[in-house]
């Protein structure tokens, strides 16, 4: 019998949530319970969810989410993501049901009030590699930072089972960077999703090429006077942006969560898994439960 090398998934929980719901709810239908529940969102989460087991055939399992909207993050910039708009009516009950579904399927929770869920995944990630491999599913290019060799990034891409699975070698040759530099081209770009400015005037081809030609930040400032006149104006005018967003767009790996491969291993509770899905009607969901339940025996019996 071979040895199984431990693999870990760690998911994006809202990443993934929110996915389901605007891919399930474009037409205006809303999937709800007899008794009026929406749950289009969990519904199309646990399809998502079941489709990465199947397709990456992890070890062990955990899923980390957002809890709030108020981070260190804003408390260091009011503006940051202020551009986003509340939550769909029909999808803020779903927050607290998914994790109900995740938790009876058997798999452990994380959330840190003060925190995003990329921070959780980050110190999670680090934390588990040095035992194992960790794929991150996510749709977040934001996540790309944590690779390294132990760890990937998968990216959701638009259709079913369509995914790109991002180590050192994929993020060099396709968007040519480093981990590192993933955080250092937000310093200066800026990310308008998350509503932070970077060092105006300098969009994605500029900040690209300071980094091609200065490896970072810290290369570029000692090399200020080799900078183009009109370069060189817009970062010295706004150096303090420049660090502040390269901050922001920093994922933190030292947040106070911890979990252990034991504590994550995945065995999935079919029986309360099934239960829970009776409870909010999804009997189409059962076969991926028998599917899945099979790909663990194959898995484990390697």
Not at 213 to 219: A, K, N
């Amino acid at each position: 019998m071979t040895a199984i090398k431990d693999r870990v998934l760690i998911v994006d929980g809202m990443a993934i949530l929110f996915r389901a719901f605007y891919a399930t709810s474009y037409g205006g239908y809303i999937r709800k319970t007899t008794a009026g529940l929406p749950t289009n969102a969990v519904y199309g989460f646990i399809q998502y969810f079941f489709d990465a087991i199947n397709t990456f055939k992890p070890t062990h399992v955990v899923c980390c989410w957002d809890m709030g909207s108020k981070t260190f993050r804003t408390e260091q910039y009011t503006e940051y993501k202020g551009n986003r708009s509340a939550a769909p009516e029909e999808l803020i009950p779903q927050f607290d049901l998914v994790k109900e579904v995740v938790a009876e399927m058997g798999v452990p929770n994380f959330g840190i009030v003060g925190f995003e869920a990329d921070d959780c995944i980050g110190t999670l990630a680090s934390q588990l590699s040095t035992d194992s491999e960790v794929y991150i599913l996510t749709g977040d290019h934001d996540m790309l930072q944590l690779i390294n060799e132990q760890v990937k990034v998968v990216i959701m891409k638009k259709g079913k089972l369509n995914y790109a699975v991002y180590d050192l070698e994929l993020l060099m040759s396709e968007k040519q960077l480093t981990p590192v530099q993933v955080i250092d081209i937000k310093g200066f770009m800026g990310d308008s999703s998350d509503n932070y400015p970077g060092v105006k005037g300098i969009g994605e081809k500029i900040a690209l090429k300071l980094l091609l030609d200065y490896e970072s930040v810290e290369g570029v400032l000692a090399n200020l006077d080799k900078l183009p006149k009109g370069v060189r104006t817009k970062i010295e005018a706004n150096l303090e942006m420049l660090h502040l967003s390269r901050d922001l767009a920093r994922i933190r790996l030292d947040v106070p969560v911890t979990c252990s491969l034991p504590e994550c291993l995945w065995s999935l509770r079919k029986e309360a898994a099934s239960q829970k899905f009776a409870e909010l009607e999804f009997g189409g969901l059962v076969k991926l439960l028998e599917q899945v339940t099979q790909t663990q025996l194959d898995l484990f019996a390697i």
